[in-house]
């Protein structure tokens, strides 16, 4: 595990699915190549589109080869040239060169922006026992009048049965994340999220779990945050490889901040 995975499992399910964009993805095959089709609809009814496919050639993977709407274009690509070791490199508004190293259960990571020179980044995650995960992070700003480090975080997870527990710091040490995930069946999911500062004790970010119980209904979503915005959504395969997500969003009582959106995938 990555240390920027040790919070995932809580934080996935109270994160993803939750879309105001209407958006169609369409993913197929061009002989060796992979491609995707992403089409999103603005609020005002224009379509923008984004073209991506990935490949592999002579070792060299081509994990992401994009070109967008307003004419930018992003790439990423990674290889492997030892056992546990991953180089990569990724180019859209910067350029980051990456390696990943992965010996037994310990995985650490760093990237350099080569394009200006000015960051570095690293992070370790130890996984100590079965089910328990510790690491760190740290950013480093390597030029300029704030050379120095920038960030560094420590965190925890646990996984045991059907809890999930996850503790990490934020903004230098001055706030502590947790993230709690508890498996209540193999239907039923809850989670929350919660920070903690000498400003505030506690805050209650979200709330949130998910269902899947019902019969053809697929997996049904919903949440509340801290602002009063309560969200729901319902991801579900009507049709097979196709796959539909809605979501609804509204803050209170006010119907004048209702938001929807609409996805497909196939």
Do not use: H, Q, W
């Given at each position: 595990m990555k240390f920027g995975d040790i919070s995932k499992p809580s934080k996935d399910l109270l994160n993803e699915d939750y879309t105001?964009?209407?958006?169609?993805?369409?993913?197929?095959?061009?002989?060796?190549?992979?491609?995707?089709?992403?089409?999103?609809?603005s609020p005002a009814g224009a379509l923008s589109s984004k073209v991506g496919g990935k490949f592999a050639y002579a070792g060299l993977n081509f994990d992401k080869v994009q070109a967008t709407a307003d004419g930018s274009h992003v790439l990423e690509t990674s290889l492997v040239p030892c056992t546990g070791c991953k180089l990569t490199f990724k180019a859209n508004k910067g350029a980051d060169l990456g390696v990943e190293y992965t010996k037994?259960?310990?995985t650490t990571t760093g990237s350099l922006d080569v394009l200006s020179m000015s960051k570095l980044y690293t992070s370790t995650c130890i996984g100590v026992k079965p089910g328990i995960n510790i690491g760190g992070d740290l950013s480093y700003n390597i030029s300029g009048d704030k050379a120095g480090p920038s960030s560094y975080n420590l965190g925890a997870s646990y996984s045991g049965g059907p809890l999930f527990a996850c503790v990490t710091t934020?903004?230098?040490?001055?706030?502590?994340?947790?993230?709690?995930?508890?498996?209540?069946?193999a239907d039923l999911s809850l989670a929350s999220s919660t920070t903690h500062s000498s400003a505030k004790k506690v805050d209650l970010l979200a709330i949130g779990g998910s269902y899947s119980g019902f019969a053809n209904m697929g997996v049904i979503k919903a949440k509340i945050g801290s602002d009063g915005?309560?969200?729901?959504?319902?991801?579900?395969?009507?049709?097979?490889?196709?796959?539909?997500?809605?979501?609804?969003?509204?803050?209170g009582k006010d119907f004048g901040t209702f938001k929807y959106g609409l996805g497909v995938t196939m």
């Open positions: 105001s964009a209407i958006t169609l993805k369409c993913k197929g095959k061009a002989g060796p190549f992979d491609v995707t089709v992403e089409t999103l609809r037994g259960a310990i934020a903004s230098k040490f001055s706030e502590i994340n947790m993230g709690l995930l508890y498996k209540y069946n915005v309560a969200s729901a959504c319902l991801v579900k395969e009507i049709y097979p490889k196709v796959n539909l997500t809605a979501s609804g969003s509204i803050k």
